[in-house]
């Protein structure tokens, strides 16, 4: 069924080719795929991952999204095992494609955030490299490259910073036919196209005119915006736009889909028709969810924490599961079906999804990223260590920067945080009483660490109990029944008692695992900063 699957791709129609976003690569060829010869007929299955940035779970034609236009990635699903209540670690490209890739929570792979190192050696690249497969990795995503030791364990690994669908995948062909037919093939192409700002190709006809967001976006895509300030819906100013951005959000998902539909079909006229296929994202995208609009990380809700799943090719069998499962699982996964058995002193987070002999999990644990942009003014502690950080009380803001301690700002008269207010003595009341709130928030500071400051939260097919950072020190609790209440809206902590209390100890046990684990930040280089403003993700 499969192999007519990939074989029906190739008869889509044809799009005219995207404009390349970058002519520059970077570019990992550890042993070209070309110069290493297998010996003997194949006889490991190829695997395929396909990861797409950005992309929620709720927004895909298989999960009963109306809207969408993704025929090639309801094939698959349909051909596959689906998992419907799949969510990513850390709603953040590295710590989630890095716990992909290692089978290991961030918390013990290293990359807590995006752009921070990889530490764990174990990669489900370099398993398949040793056991014979030519590796092949091709990314539109500087956060999930080489800067990161994203590139271990690959032949051959290239970054084409935010490329298009259709380019990435004409890199990924190219290299898949430079390996021997002969030879088992591990390609990951993660593509970058529904990551804000939300601007399908122009030579794309699937989309909408959107008169309303597209000038913000073409905005955002020059760098000539304040992102926060929509991240954060100031002045109401992104309520108006919502609609025609959530429209272009699935075009740039249904150019996703086509690309990936190119790149299946293009396999199978390479021969490689009967692949292990993977299909996830990194995390989803919040559409004004919690008060967070086209922005992800920040909080725990399900528009950034749920991602699709889908494992399809030889071995398995169609199904849909409603079990929890986390991105950690997919390396295990993969080598189960590979008929590769890692070490014995090699350990996983994660399980093999389809490994039916124990009884499934009942729960997942998992942590929002940081507030990265300091002027959030929603969350606790928000900014990166290295720029301008603050913390956030109900009225007030105490910030630092690395030149300058001490800033404080009233934010019902400074939403942006321009006027340092912080008095230089305390010879009026006025300034006294300033100074006061300023050392009073020192105080609350202490207890919560820069870019490790987060919701915390444990998650069932059914519930949700997220743990909320406080200006007190302590954690604020909700539940949440996310089959009955997908807004994450009506808090049940009281009326639900017997559900709070079943998950309680599982979530003090996190909390502590995951203070035990918070270490110093490390500085960046300048390319790793201009990376991460590329991005959106600081000013």
């Not at 995503?141 to 990161?148: F, I, L, T």
């Not at 910073?161 to 990924?172: G, H, I, K, P």
């Not at 601007?199 to 699937?206: E, F, I, Q, V």
């Not at 889908?310 to 079990?323: D, F, K, L, R």
Request: charged share 25%; net charge negative; proline share 9%.
């Amino acid at each position: 069924m499969l192999t007519l699957l990939l074989l029906g791709l190739a008869c889509s129609p044809e799009k005219p080719s995207a404009e390349a976003s970058s002519d520059k690569a970077v570019v990992t060829e550890t042993s070209s795929p070309q110069r290493r010869a297998c010996s003997g007929p194949k006889s490991r299955p190829d695997v395929v991952i396909v990861s797409i940035d950005t992309l929620r779970a709720d927004r895909l034609g298989y999960a009963g999204y109306t809207a969408a236009r993704t025929p090639h990635l309801d094939a698959l699903a349909q051909s596959g095992a689906v998992f419907s209540q799949a969510t990513t670690p850390v709603p953040r490209t590295t710590p989630a494609l890095a716990s992909l890739m290692t089978g290991l929570s961030p918390h013990h792979h290293g990359a807590r955030e995006v752009g921070e190192m990889v530490l764990a050696p174990q990669r489900l690249s370099t398993l398949l490299a040793e056991s014979g497969w030519r590796t092949v990795g091709i990314s539109a995503m500087p956060v999930a490259g080489p800067d990161q030791d994203m590139d271990r364990g690959f032949d051959f690994f290239e970054v084409h910073a935010d490329a298009r669908s259709e380019d990435l995948t004409r890199v990924a062909l190219e290299q898949a036919a430079a390996v021997p037919e002969n030879c088992p093939l591990f390609l990951w192409t993660h593509f970058a196209d529904p990551h804000f700002p939300y601007l399908p190709p122009k030579s794309w006809s699937d989309q909408p005119v959107a008169p309303k967001c597209r000038p913000v976006v073409e905005k955002a895509s020059k760098g000539k915006m304040a992102r926060y300030k929509y991240y954060a819906n100031r002045n109401g100013r992104s309520e108006p736009i919502l609609e025609d951005c959530s429209a272009l959000y699935d075009a740039e998902i249904a150019y996703a889909d086509h690309g990936v539909g190119q790149l299946l079909s293009g396999l199978a006229a390479q021969g490689r028709e009967q692949p292990i296929i993977v299909f996830t994202s990194d995390h989803g995208e919040n559409l004004g969810e919690w008060g967070l609009f086209f922005e992800h990380g920040p909080n725990g809700h399900d528009a950034s924490l749920r991602i699709p799943l889908v494992i399809a090719g030889p071995g398995v069998a169609p199904a849909s599961y409603s079990t929890p499962a986390t991105l950690e699982d997919v390396a295990p996964t993969v080598l189960q079906l590979a008929g590769v058995t890692p070490p014995d002193e090699m350990n996983f987070d994660g399980r093999s999804l389809l490994d039916r002999n124990g009884p499934a999990p009942e729960w997942i644990r998992a942590e929002s990223g940081s507030a990265l942009h300091a002027r959030l003014s929603d969350y606790l502690v928000a900014g990166r260590k290295h720029r301008l950080h603050c913390i956030h009380g109900p009225q007030y803001s105490l910030c630092d920067s690395p030149k300058r301690k001490n800033q404080l700002f009233n934010r019902n008269q400074d939403p942006d945080l321009k006027r340092n207010i912080f008095p230089k003595t305390t010879d009026t009341p006025e300034d006294s009483k300033l100074t006061a709130i300023g050392q009073r928030l020192r105080d609350a500071w202490k207890p919560w660490p820069i870019e490790r400051t987060r919701q915390r939260l444990i998650r069932t097919s059914t519930h949700m109990l997220i743990a909320t950072p406080q200006v007190s020190g302590d954690y604020a609790l909700a539940l949440y029944d996310h089959t009955s209440d997908p807004g994450l809206l009506k808090n049940l902590l009281d009326q639900q008692p017997e559900v709070a209390a079943k998950l309680k100890p599982i979530l003090t046990s996190w909390q502590s695992e995951l203070d035990e684990a918070n270490r110093p930040i490390s500085e960046r280089t300048q390319e790793q900063e201009e990376a991460l403003r590329a991005l959106g993700y600081i000013e």
